[in-house]
């Protein structure tokens, strides 16, 4: 079988001077040029005759190869950079949904190619991918979430994506569990997720029915019980524990003596006083122990056993000495609760 004969017609261009004779003279003259040798061609530009391969694809030849070879191209391209990269700039901005649509068929057709040039290019480049990925997260913060939620409603329900979310999860956690910084960042994971949803309604009806059927199949048990009562007794240790314990206190106090009730801190009502005694006008000590006699105690300017309520305008701050020295006789400046 005869080789393909192939024509193209080149532009009228005069012989390079000290340059040494060629074969392809007739392409100076402007002559169709008919080869017999589809595997090399002659550049246009240093009218050298090279392979095939020398030269770029271009599906507007007849040949299905560019003019001048790679090595010219190239050159030209660094001469004029700045001409053919605005050139280039119009032509994508006039054709951007078809190229869009091209690239997004190409990419459809060869899912294996993209997926492996991608590998093999973030496994080179790795602190370049990683900068430009947080780039892209700062940028688009609520587009990215957006989308994740959007991803995440569609596939919660699918079993398939629960069983390896919980993989994924357990494997973390046996891979990290003796890592502080781990323990950390799941802590303040955990908190933020309580922090969303503690004010949804349906949320809290939920975790309070789960705490309470746990402890309705267990509260008789012993270990339970003796566990229980370890906890209440290291938490009532702690600041919080002895404020609540205080209110607590308080404010069932107040309830059966039928009065009415605020919802306030005694530290509250200190600090308003500035820890001075109103009585005395002496500086408590909250550092002492609370048998002191400067101790700060909360005083009710109207005692609770003579109708006054239990709120922040008819409490005071006395120490220890003064407040069971006036008791519940009502004694003191009255005028405080005006």
Known sequence: MKDKVVFFKQQRRQPVVGSSPSVHNHICKGDAVMSYLPSTKVCSKCKKEKPVSEFHKDKHAKDGKCYSCKVCTKNHRELNKEVILKREAVLRE???????ATHKEWRTNNKEKVSEYGKT?????????R????????ANKEKITKKNLEWYNSHKDDPEFITKRNERALAAYNANKDNDEYKNKRRLRDNKRYAIKKHDKCFLEKQ???KRKSYLSRKDDDDFKESLAKRKQKYLQTENGKEHSRKYTQKRRALKLKVTVEDFSHKDVFLRDGYICQCCKTKTRPDYKHTHPLYPHLDHIQPLSLGGDHSKVNTQCLCANCNLTKHNTGTGDQLRIF
């Not at 006039?94 to 869009?100: C, G, H, L, Y």
């Open 94 to 100: 006039k054709n951007r949904e078809r190229i869009r």
């Open 121 to 129: 290019y973030c496994a080179a480049n790795k602190e370049k991918v």
């Open 131 to 138: 900068k430009s990925k947080k780039k892209y997260r700062e």
């Open 208 to 210: 309070y029915a789960y």
